[in-house]
């Protein structure tokens, strides 16, 4: 099927490659059902969940001395980051409006900068842009040769929604961090689930991605 930036912008951040076997010989096909515009509701509790790791964010950016509008950023900031943590590994699903609101949350932090605005606003797009690019290049380039997607979209787009709040010097550092983590937590349900990892194990990259991000985000505020 042919890609585009147009086609990976309208998807809902949802994997279309195989699926992970699972116990009694059953495919759990995932988020592949959802391209055909079957995406499940979230869990009933996510919204405390979220409300709760808002107030946890406003919380921890009160404790490195933020101002008022930085304590609702960290609270929004915190609260999406929980609401994308639990849907990316309870449903394997990231939704557009969660990084709609991950992107406007930065760009409301950005409106009250009192230096060169519009040059902080400029840089935001270009990371936005960047980091963007720099995904689906390697999932472009690892496709070709495994036939495969590496990276799913709604990981992709989610890189857009980071840019607004991840300088470049850290973004490396978020990746590494996030993978680490994504990594540790597949092989800890690997064990769990007593079955060893394999390609199609389904690693919730975009969970840890988030999380990564608010932790680099919230130390350098």
Wanted: aromatic share 16%.
């Amino acid at each position: 099927m042919e890609r585009s930036w147009l086609r990976l912008l309208r998807d809902d951040g949802h994997d279309t490659g195989r699926a992970e076997q699972r116990s009694g010989g059953r495919m759990h096909m995932g988020r592949a059902t959802h391209q055909r515009g079957l995406a499940p509701r979230p869990p009933i509790y996510l919204d405390l969940w979220a409300t709760l790791a808002a107030v946890l964010g406003a919380g921890a950016a009160y404790a490195v001395d933020s101002d008022g509008p930085m304590l609702f950023a960290s609270a929004g900031f915190a609260g999406t980051t929980m609401r994308i943590f639990t849907t990316d590994i309870r449903l394997r699903v990231i939704y557009d409006r969660d990084i709609v609101l991950i992107y406007l949350i930065g760009f409301f932090v950005n409106l009250f900068e009192k230096d060169d605005f519009y040059l902080i606003l400029l840089s935001s797009f270009f990371r936005s842009f960047l980091y963007f690019s720099v995904f689906y290049l390697l999932d472009c380039a690892y496709r070709a040769y495994r036939s495969r997607d590496a990276i799913g979209h709604g990981d992709m787009k989610l890189s857009i929604a980071v840019g607004v709040f991840i300088d470049l010097p850290q973004f490396p550092f978020v990746i590494v961090l996030a993978a680490l983590l994504t990594l540790a937590f597949g092989v800890s349900r690997g064990i769990s689930r007593k079955r060893l990892i394999s390609r199609y194990t389904y690693l919730p990259f975009g969970a840890f991605f988030m999380a990564s991000s608010y932790i680099f985000w919230l130390a350098h505020i």
